[in-house]
C-alpha cells in the first residue's frame, strides 16, 4: 500500500456535505423560519445546544469557545438560550418527536446545577421528548462538582463524555490541561452511582511531546475505568484560526508517521481489550447501541462524529450551533455579542447556512456511507437519486488511482477499504467532494 504521500494532506472530517467552510449568507432567519414550518408533525429530531464558555484554555482546543472566569456572562447567555428556544419551537407548525439531545461546549457543566435543570425543562416544556430519549453531555472532570452530577441526573441525562486527551503529565503540561487519572476516576464512579451509566471517554493522538509509550499508558489508565466508548481523534494544529494554538510549539508536535502510529497503538490496544473499532475514530463495547448499529448498517455520521441517530432534523441552538433540516444546513451566529443581539431583536439569530441540491444529497450519502461503513456501492446508491450518474466520473478516476496505490479495491462500483488503510477513509471520502477544491480550505491533517 502506498500511502505515505496521503498522511498529511489536510482534509476535511466529513460531519457533513458539504462542510461548514461552504455555508453562506445566502441562508438567513426567514429561510430558517420557513424549513422550520414546512416540518411536519412527528418528524424525529435531535437538539443540540453549545455552551460556548471554560474556566481555562486548552491549547490544543479547536471548539468556538471562550474563558469566562465569572458567571456573569454565562448568565447573560442562558438568557439567550432560553430566548432562542421559545422562538424556534413558535416558528414550528406541528409538534415533533425528539429522541436526541445533546450539550456540547465548551464546557456545558460550568451551568449553575439549578439553571441547568431549569434549561432542561424549559425543552421539555417547548418540545415533544420521548420518554426513551438519549440525553448526553459533555464534561470536564477537572470541574464536575457532585452537586451537578446530581442535576444532570435529575434533568435526566443518560450519557455522558468524558475529555482526557492524555494521562501524561508532560503532554498535559504542553497542553495546558492537567488533570488527573484519580480525578477522572471519582467522577466516573460519580455518575454511574447517580445512575448515568453510559459513559465515553475522549482521547487526542498527535499532541505535542507525545509518544507511544505515553499513549499506550492512557488508554491502559482509561481501560481500569471500563467506559462504554471512546473517541479517539488526531490533533488538529491550525493556529492561524485559533490563536491560543500558537503556544504549541511545532517542533514539539510528531510528524505524520509517528501520528499513524500512535493512532493504530490505541486501536489496537482498545480491539485488544474487547472493544469494537467503529469507522475512523471511535470504539465501543460489543453491546454498546453503537457496536449494534455499525453490524446492522445502521451507523450515522453528524457533528458529533459517529452516531446511532437517525434523526429526520437537527436543530442546533446556542452560538455558533449547527443545525440540519431536510432542506439543508443552518449555522448561528459565531459570536456570542451578535448571536445575543439577534435574540433580543426577536429574530433566529442565524448567521449563515446552506441549501442542498439533489446532487448534494446523492455525494452527502456516499460519503457517510464511506465514512461509517469503509465501503460503499456506488451503482446501489446512484439507482435511489435522481442524479445522472455521470456527474461521478472525475470520483470514479480518483477512486481508480487509490486502487491502483493500494488504499482500496475497486470494482467500478463498490468501494472497499481494507483494514490496514482504515485511517485514511477521509481520503477515500474525499473522492466524492466537489466542493473540496473551493476555497476556502482549513482541514486538520488527514491522519
Not at 474563558?67 to 447567555?77: C, E, K, S, T
Not at 446552506?354 to 461509517?372: G, N, Q, S
Request: aromatic share 8%.
Amino acid at each position: 500500500m502506498h500511502a505515505a504521500p496521503y498522511r498529511d494532506e489536510h482534509l476535511p472530517r466529513y460531519t457533513s456535505y458539504p462542510t461548514a467552510p461552504h455555508f453562506n449568507a445566502g441562508i438567513d432567519a426567514g429561510t430558517y423560519a420557513g424549513w422550520l414550518k414546512q416540518l411536519k408533525a412527528g418528524t424525529t429530531t435531535s437538539l443540540y445546544l453549545h455552551v460556548p464558555f471554560c474556566r481555562s484554555m486548552c491549547w490544543y482546543c479547536g471548539c468556538h469557545t471562550t474563558v469566562a472566569l465569572r458567571d456573569g456572562p454565562i448568565v447573560d447567555y442562558l438568557a439567550a438560550l432560553r430566548g432562542e428556544i421559545a422562538l424556534v419551537a413558535g416558528a414550528l407548525s406541528a409538534p415533533l418527536d425528539v429522541r436526541h439531545i445533546h450539550f456540547g461546549g465548551g464546557t456545558p457543566t460550568i451551568i449553575e446545577p439549578a439553571d441547568f435543570v431549569a434549561l432542561v425543562a424549559l425543552l421539555r416544556q417547548h418540545f415533544p421528548i420521548h420518554p426513551n430519549a438519549e440525553i448526553a453531555v459533555e464534561i470536564d472532570p477537572r470541574r464536575l462538582a457532585p452537586a451537578m452530577t446530581a442535576a444532570l441526573a435529575a434533568a435526566g441525562v443518560n450519557r455522558a463524555s468524558l475529555g482526557v486527551q492524555s494521562f501524561d503529565p508532560v503532554v498535559q503540561k504542553a497542553i495546558n490541561r492537567i488533570q488527573s487519572v484519580e480525578q477522572t476516576a471519582a467522577v466516573t464512579t460519580g455518575l454511574r452511582e447517580a445512575g448515568i451509566a453510559a459513559v465515553s471517554f475522549d482521547l487526542i493522538y498527535g499532541l505535542p511531546k507525545q509518544t507511544l509509550q505515553s499513549c499506550r499508558d492512557t488508554v491502559e489508565q482509561c481501560l481500569t475505568m471500563q467506559p462504554d466508548r471512546f473517541s479517539i481523534f488526531g490533533y488538529a494544529h491550525v493556529p492561524q484560526f485559533k490563536k491560543h494554538q500558537r503556544r504549541i510549539a511545532e517542533a514539539d508536535l510528531p510528524d505524520g508517521e509517528a501520528r499513524h502510529e500512535q493512532a493504530e497503538l490505541m486501536a489496537r490496544l482498545l480491539t485488544e481489550a474487547g472493544y469494537v473499532r467503529v469507522g475512523l475514530d471511535h470504539f465501543a463495547l460489543p453491546e454498546d447501541p453503537m457496536a449494534r448499529a455499525l453490524a446492522q448498517g445502521r451507523l450515522h455520521r453528524n457533528f458529533q462524529g459517529y452516531t446511532t441517530d437517525p434523526c429526520e432534523a437537527l436543530i442546533g441552538l446556542g452560538a455558533s450551533a449547527i443545525g440540519k433540516l431536510p432542506q439543508g444546513y443552518i449555522q448561528n451566529e459565531v459570536v456570542i455579542g451578535r448571536y445575543a443581539e439577534r435574540i433580543a431583536d426577536g429574530a433566529l439569530p442565524i448567521g449563515k447556512g446552506y441549501r442542498l441540491t439533489p446532487e448534494d444529497r446523492l455525494r452527502a450519502e456516499l460519503i457517510e456511507r464511506v465514512m461509517c461503513d469503509l465501503t460503499v456501492d456506488i451503482d446501489a446508491i446512484c439507482a435511489q437519486h435522481p442524479i445522472d450518474a455521470r456527474v461521478l466520473a472525475p470520483s470514479l478516476r480518483k477512486l481508480d488511482q487509490l486502487a491502483q496505490d493500494g488504499l482500496i479495491s475497486f470494482d467500478g462500483s463498490r468501494v472497499l477499504l481494507p483494514e490496514n488503510a482504515r485511517l485514511f477513509v477521509r481520503k477515500v471520502a474525499s473522492v466524492f467532494d466537489a466542493h473540496l477544491d473551493q476555497p476556502p480550505r482549513q482541514y486538520s491533517r488527514a491522519v
